[in-house]
Every structure is written in structure tokens, then in C-alpha cells.
T-cell receptor
Framework: AQSVTQLDSQVPVFEEAPVELRCNYS??????LFWYVQYPNQGLQLLLK??????LVKGINGFEAEFNKSQTSFHLRKPSVHISDTAEYFC????????????FGKGTRLSVIA | DAGITQSPRHKVTETGTPVTLRCHQT?????MYWYRQDPGHGLRLIHY???????DKGEVSDGYSVSRSKTEDFLLTLESATSSQTSVYFC???????????FGPGTRLLVL
């Protein structure tokens, strides 16, 4: 079965420092990959996605992610975080074949410290 | 923002009572989904629909049923609510390509 693992449940980081949120997936077929962000008491907002093409994907709010097929990873990065980036981040995957909805990781809570 | 609304936004109910949550979209998207979100579990798929009257079960479908009689509405019913169904419920939609899902604002349900 396909699965998504977010390796860190919580990541504290100081303001203006870089951050990387890790995501690995398991799949034997081609995938589409997503990162969503959830601010407190809100719904999920799409941050970025990889469908095909360049493995480096840029998203909103200065975030980017790199698809690494050999390592089955899709880590999210930002070179300098702001207090406003404090939120929960979810990695998700769906698969090119079949009628399969998104499979989500359990989330990483990013806390930016002033 | 995708045109997705959920109602009610908050609900408190008692164990054993039926509850229906509604998701309404104005995007004419084919696919609609119901997820629940619980601490430490992320989002888990309950049911989804790939067209009017076409639905399928997700990972945590026990105790839930769905209906979709119109493209724009997807209803989630808890036939007899239990405390374990206390959660935040999110509806999502996606178009023909299914690549990207857009989420509604969520419904907070408390079952006492």
C-alpha cells in the first residue's frame, strides 16, 4: 500500500533561519506530490505541487520542494522563515494510475521563534 | 479560493443521534472527498465521489455514509454518532485531472 511519512512531527526554528521539512513516500508507480499548509483554525491551502518536469518546484510564500525519485522524497525548504510561517504542513501523494485519492502524511508542526 | 462551503461549521451533538454534514461547491468539479482530521493522524479519507451517485469508501468509512444527488453537493451522514467521531471534518474537490484537491473551511463536530 502507498504511504507517506513525515519524519518530524514538530520543528522549532528561529526567525530568519532556514528550515527543511522532510517527506518520504512509498510507491511502485509514478506519483504526484503536494505540500499543503494549515494555519490555526483554518482549512488546508495548497503550498506547491509536483506533477512532472523540473524536480525543483517553487510555491507560495517563498517555499520550494525538490522531488527525488531515487530517494522517494519530496522535502520542503525555505531559506529564511518568518513568524507568520508558524503552521502545520502536510505532505500528500496521489498516483498516476487508477482512481486513487490523496494519501496524507501525519503533518509537521512548524513553530517559528522570535 | 475554490468555491467550497461546508455547513454547519460547528456542531455539538449527543451520542446516538444522526448527524449530516454538507459540502457545497460552485466549481462544477467531478470529484469530491470527505476527510477527518485528528491529532497525530493527519487527514484520513472517509468517502469520496467520482460523479453523481458514484461513491467509494476510504480508509475510515465505518460508521459513515455519503450521498451525492447533484454535482454541487456531497453529504456525509453519521447514522448514530459516537464519541470517537468527534473530529474536524474537511471536504475537498478536484477536477477531471484529479491532480490537485482544494479544501473547504472544515466542520468541527463534538459528540458528547
Amino acid at each position: 500500500a502507498q504511504s507517506v511519512t513525515q519524519l518530524d512531527s514538530q520543528v522549532p526554528v528561529f526567525e530568519e533561519a532556514p528550515v527543511e521539512l522532510r517527506c518520504n513516500y512509498s510507491s511502485s508507480v509514478s506519483v504526484y506530490l503536494f505540500w499543503y499548509v494549515q494555519y490555526p483554525n483554518q482549512g488546508l491551502q495548497l503550498l506547491l505541487k509536483y506533477l512532472s518536469g523540473s524536480t525543483l518546484v517553487k510555491g507560495i510564500n517563498g517555499f520550494e520542494a525538490e522531488f527525488n525519485k531515487s530517494q522517494t522524497s519530496f522535502h520542503l525548504r525555505k531559506p529564511s522563515v518568518h513568524i507568520s510561517d508558524t503552521a502545520e504542513y502536510f505532505c500528500a501523494v496521489t498516483f498516476h494510475s487508477g482512481n486513487t485519492p490523496l494519501v496524507f502524511g501525519k503533518g509537521t508542526r512548524l513553530s517559528v521563534i522570535a | 479560493d475554490a468555491g467550497i462551503t461546508q455547513s454547519p461549521r460547528h456542531k455539538v451533538t449527543e451520542t446516538g443521534t444522526p448527524v449530516t454534514l454538507r459540502c457545497h461547491q460552485t466549481e462544477n468539479h467531478r470529484y469530491m472527498y470527505w476527510y477527518r482530521q485528528d491529532p497525530g493522524h493527519g487527514l484520513r479519507l472517509i468517502h469520496y465521489s467520482y460523479g453523481v451517485k458514484d461513491t467509494d469508501k476510504g480508509e475510515v468509512s465505518d460508521g459513515y455514509s455519503v450521498s451525492r444527488s447533484k454535482t454541487e453537493d456531497f453529504l456525509l451522514t453519521l447514522e448514530s454518532a459516537t464519541s470517537s467521531q468527534t473530529s474536524v471534518y474537511f471536504c475537498a474537490i478536484s477536477g477531471q485531472g484529479r491532480e490537485t484537491q482544494y479544501f473547504g473551511p472544515g466542520t468541527r463536530l463534538l459528540v458528547l
